[in-house]
């Protein structure tokens, strides 16, 4: 079954961590999204790609950095987390001309 | 340029009444347009899409929209709400053939028993 997966769904770790928040999807779609969300907000796209070898930062400036080595695989990664990086992370991936996008659970993460 | 505005942030039914969600939208290019729904903690799950075909557009779980390009709206509505419902909603515009994307918002549905 076609879907898009997110791990871990939920972390807590301590100020100044390394962590990369993974995401996959088995659409085989070449666009894919990272957001960010804090509680009942909306959500503010934080990096995109178009496919392999292409990352963009989107509108909202974050520390956090992206790679896409494979068409499956975007894995957001932040090298020294702080307090201010506790949010929501979804991923969602697109296909085609309508942009039509599928999410991934998300990430809790918290950062103390 | 495109935007998108929710114009509730929050709505309160009763279960069993109808539900609308008002969405205005502005866009250079032939927009396409989405209602996505979250559920707490969960990840956005698509409820329907218009993309330049019939402009009355029905979805999951009873929910339909109508695009109305004079208007410029894309409300979303359901003849009789459920207790289920209770979410967020967001409405979406996209660049058609292109790849800007803007979300609304988005307007908490509370459902009343």
């Known amino acids: 079954e076609a879907d898009i997966y997110q791990t871990p769904r939920y972390l807590v770790i301590g100020t100044g961590k390394k962590i990369t928040l993974e995401c996959s999807q088995t659409?085989?779609?070449?666009?894919m999204y990272w957001y960010q969300q804090d509680p009942g907000m909306e959500l503010h796209l934080i990096h995109y790609s178009y496919g392999v070898n292409s990352t963009e930062k989107g509108d909202l400036s974050s520390e956090s950095t992206v790679s896409r080595i494979r068409t499956e695989h975007f894995p957001l990664t932040l090298e020294s987390a702080r307090p201010s990086h506790t949010s929501q992370y979804l991923c969602?991936?697109?296909?085609?001309?309508?942009?039509?996008?599928?999410f991934g659970p998300g990430t809790r993460l918290t950062v103390l | 340029a495109q935007s998108v505005t929710q114009l509730d942030s929050h709505v309160s039914v009763s279960e069993g009444t109808p539900v609308l969600l008002r969405c205005n939208y502005s866009?250079?290019?032939?927009?396409?347009l989405f209602w996505y729904v979250q559920h707490p903690n969960k990840g956005l799950q698509l409820l329907l899409k218009y993309t330049s075909a019939a402009t009355l557009v029905k979805g999951i779980n009873g929910f339909e929209a109508e695009f109305k390009k004079s208007e410029t709206s894309f409300h979303l509505t359901k003849p009789s709400a459920h207790m289920s419902d209770a979410a967020e909603y967001f409405c979406v515009v996209s660049e058609t053939g292109g790849f800007k994307t803007i979300f609304g918002a988005g307007t908490r549905l509370f459902v009343k028993a």
């Open positions: 866009s250079s290019y032939s927009p396409s």
């Open positions: 659409m085989g779609h070449d666009k």
């Open positions: 969602a991936s697109s296909e085609g001309r309508h942009n039509e996008q599928f």
